[in-house]
T-cell receptor, first 118, second 118 residues
């Protein structure tokens, strides 16, 4: 299947700093990428849909000024957690949707980023 | 609104025995259905999907799932479980939509922890 690379896999930061997470589709182009948040032993909650060349679409309750999303190319989306606080500590996972062929409609997921804010 | 229910938090099965992980969905329209597997501290791996066609879908690692429209179910099955199948399994649903602007957003179930023992 298609490969989505997410970096870093783990980050520890001080409260008040900003953290950038990268999501890359390595062998396919993705007009649309998705950012999820997963709490321990819970399901994935969609935070936002990242659209190449346009503004992201945020889910209800997600602060767009807090979680900045940039999708500057067909293979890269970034999520920046601004002024992080301990309550932002979580597992963040990105996915990219393959545009065509037999893999159309399938979302491929990155390995996730464990964010710990001290 | 679309929703997914995975009624079992955990399923235990002996190696070599058949396994079933249950999933039911609620959606208006014809759904796209997916199964993903997650290993500890990792992202989700795609297992299989139902879009249209045969109700029995075969996927990766010997897994299969049967779409039952009348029962609105999409149970995951495997004829003979392996210890290495032990992981967290997620069922997900989306609706056909535009390829941009947030179409095909996935809604996940709460996950079922599968434990295969010797």
């Amino acid at each position: 299947g298609a490969v989505v690379s997410q970096h870093p896999s783990r980050v520890i930061c001080k409260s008040g700093t900003s953290v950038k997470i990268e999501c890359r589709s390595l062998d396919f182009q993705a007009t649309t990428m998705f950012w999820y948040r997963q709490f321990p032993k819970q399901s994935l909650m969609l935070m936002a849909t990242s659209n190449e060349g346009s503004k992201a679409t945020y889910e209800q309750g997600v602060e767009k000024d807090k979680f900045l999303i940039n999708h500057a190319s067909l293979t890269l989306s970034t999520l920046t957690v601004t002024s992080a606080h301990p309550e932002d500590s979580s597992f963040y996972i990105c996915s990219a949707r393959d545009q065509g062929g037999p893999a159309k409609n399938i979302q491929y997921f990155g390995a996730g980023t464990r964010l710990s804010v001290l | 609104a679309q929703s997914v229910a995975q009624p079992e938090d955990q399923v235990n099965v002996a190696e070599g025995n058949p396994l079933t992980v249950k999933c039911t969905y609620s959606v208006s329209g014809n759904p796209y259905l997916f199964w993903y597997v997650q290993y500890p501290n990792r992202g989700l791996q795609f297992l299989l999907k139902y879009i249209t066609g045969d109700n029995l879908v075969k996927g990766s690692y010997g897994f299969e799932a049967e779409f039952n429209k009348s029962q609105t179910s999409f149970h995951l099955k495997k004829p003979s479980a392996l210890v290495s199948d032990s992981a967290l399994y997620f069922c997900a649903v989306s609706l056909p939509g535009r390829l941009t602007g947030g179409g095909n957003k996935l809604t996940f179930g709460t996950g079922t922890q599968l434990k295969v023992e010797l």
